[in-house]
């Protein structure tokens, strides 16, 4: 690949998936902070207060960590032996330190002058120890927890990785909780699991996560089967799911369907006018809703960035912008004769956009759906009682809430209705550890809460209902059984009389 030759470091040896190409989506992680880029040349990044461009990341593999040089670049960061213990000096214990501020003999002048001088993060880190009068007094412990602290606070060292699941969830949970309606990770996984997501089924998915379950559920089924996702509004916020970066492959099973024609679908009454009625502001809403939801990503990293980049940078961002806006080669399309193509492209799309939406009708009319995800911010039980009618018996379901109350409306609703089993509300309880030598312990800090499960199977409840006949044959073979060993207790006195 272009730009892997300028590189001083190995070249990967890994081709195919492994490596990042030219506008891949990737994840940048410093320590347990993630954020989610496209990799595109020229494109200024800012990441934790570093500013920075991706060119040299491209034809590396994934996992690979950089160090941010000198006028933004990436360079690969090259593992180095790290002292032994038996060269180290440390102190038995701490009892004799004092953190009185005089202990580092550095003032933050001099400190700043490094940086400016050029000189690279690990060598002031460097400085900072020999310069410490308390440091080797300190046990091997505190050493440890010091460096480390400084590093995070001097070195600028990022890794790319390829995004997931776990890593886009813990992503969001970290970052803009709201987003994903507080949902943890971890019981994100609980969902997958109790739902059976697996190749080959054919699911229903109504979320308002951003698009983080419907990714989720994509990831796991590997591109085999179908997903119908309802979504309220004028068009499905998918963000979250072009982060992961599926190809084109996956997206042959997607289908999406309004949820305000849900009953209508129900009752019969659904046709494919309905569809071609929608007001037409809605179509230029579909022509955009790639670069809908690239704006949202594009917004959210703008206003990170305003928060971490330094305000020098902003002017120079406004006049890109500015000149961007004033060029004439971008008024071109609307200005000259790509008017026509334009309008063109737009009904083509919304002919596609009604295509699919007819063929998530007939896949919902089927009524044979391998089991339903919901997890949105509107209350669980109208959704789900309506849902479940497209859901085949015997198959899996489950509900997210954020709180347990509406899940346990949801539940006294579906023992009212019937033709549901196994019903199960349930809560993840999540703590993390430090699992280091000597030292491994649960963390002080931990979540207070990642939102509640209701699970279940569907049933088919219309035989019970109509044939009393089975229930009565039930009950009587069950008093027979009962009946049975009370009369050979009865035997037993008679014989012995």
Not at 273 to 293: H, I, Q, R, W, Y
Not at 372 to 400: D, E, G, K, Q, W
Request: hydrophobic content about 30%; glycine content about 8%.
């Amino acid at each position: 690949m272009d730009g892997s030759g300028e590189q001083p470091g190995p070249q990967p040896l890994h081709p195919g998936g492994h490596c990042i190409h030219d506008g891949d989506f990737v994840v940048l992680k410093r320590e347990d902070v993630f954020k989610a880029v496209q990799v595109q040349r020229r494109k200024k990044v800012t990441f934790e207060k570093q500013w920075f461009y991706l060119d040299n990341v491209i034809g590396h593999s994934y996992g690979t960590t950089f160090e941010v040089t000198s006028g933004g670049s990436l360079q690969p960061k090259k593992k180095k032996e790290e002292p032994t213990s038996e060269t180290k000096e440390a102190g038995t214990d701490n009892r004799n330190i004092v953190d009185d501020g005089k202990s580092q003999k550095l003032t933050q002048d001099d400190i700043k002058a490094l940086k400016d001088k050029g000189i690279k993060g690990e060598e002031i880190v460097q400085q900072l120890i020999e310069n410490s009068t308390t440091f080797r007094d300190k046990t091997e412990f505190a050493q440890d927890k010091y460096i480390k602290k400084k590093k995070k606070k001097y070195e600028a060292i990022i890794t790319v990785v390829k995004p997931s699941t776990r890593i886009l969830s813990i992503m969001y949970y970290a970052r803009e909780p709201g987003k994903i309606n507080h949902m943890r990770y971890d019981t994100l996984a609980q969902m997958l699991t109790l739902g059976n997501i697996r190749a080959g089924n054919k699911m229903i998915v109504m979320e308002t996560c951003a698009g983080l379950v419907l990714g989720a559920m994509m990831e796991r089924m590997g591109g085999f089967g179908s997903i119908i996702q309802l979504y309220p509004g004028g068009e499905p916020v998918r963000a979250a799911t072009a982060c992961f970066g599926f190809p084109k492959s996956f997206l042959s099973g997607l289908y999406e369907f309004p949820l305000n024609k849900v009953d209508s679908l129900l009752n019969g009454t659904f046709s494919a006018e309905m569809l071609s009625s929608e007001p037409k502001d809605s179509a230029s809403v579909e022509e955009s809703n790639g670069t809908l939801e690239e704006k949202q990503t594009s917004e959210q990293e703008n206003e990170d960035s305003m928060a971490e980049a330094p305000e020098s940078n902003h002017p120079e961002e406004q006049e890109t912008m500015e000149a961007i806006s004033q060029d004439p080669e971008h008024k071109e399309p609307k200005e000259r004769g790509g008017k026509k193509d334009y309008i063109q492209e737009k009904q083509r799309r919304q002919e596609e956009q009604r295509k699919k939406r007819l063929e998530a009708a007939a896949l919902l009319s089927e009524r044979n759906a391998d089991g339903l995800i919901v997890a949105s911010r509107f209350h669980p039980t109208p959704l789900l009682l309506s849902l479940l009618n497209f859901v085949a018996p015997s198959r899996p379901f489950v509900v997210y809430c954020q709180y347990k109350e509406p899940l346990l409306e949801c539940y006294t609703k579906l023992r009212e209705r019937g033709g549901v089993i196994n019903l199960r509300l349930s809560e993840t309880w999540l703590r993390n550890y430090q699992v280091l030598p000597d030292r491994s312990h649960p963390k002080l800090l931990m979540s207070g809460g990642g939102g509640y499960l209701l699970s279940g199977f569907t049933v088919a409840m219309d035989n019970l209902k109509a044939d009393t006949s089975l229930k009565s044959n039930a009950s009587t073979l069950e008093s027979h059984k009962t009946e049975e060993p009370a009369a050979k207790k009865r035997k037993c006195p008679q014989s012995e009389s």
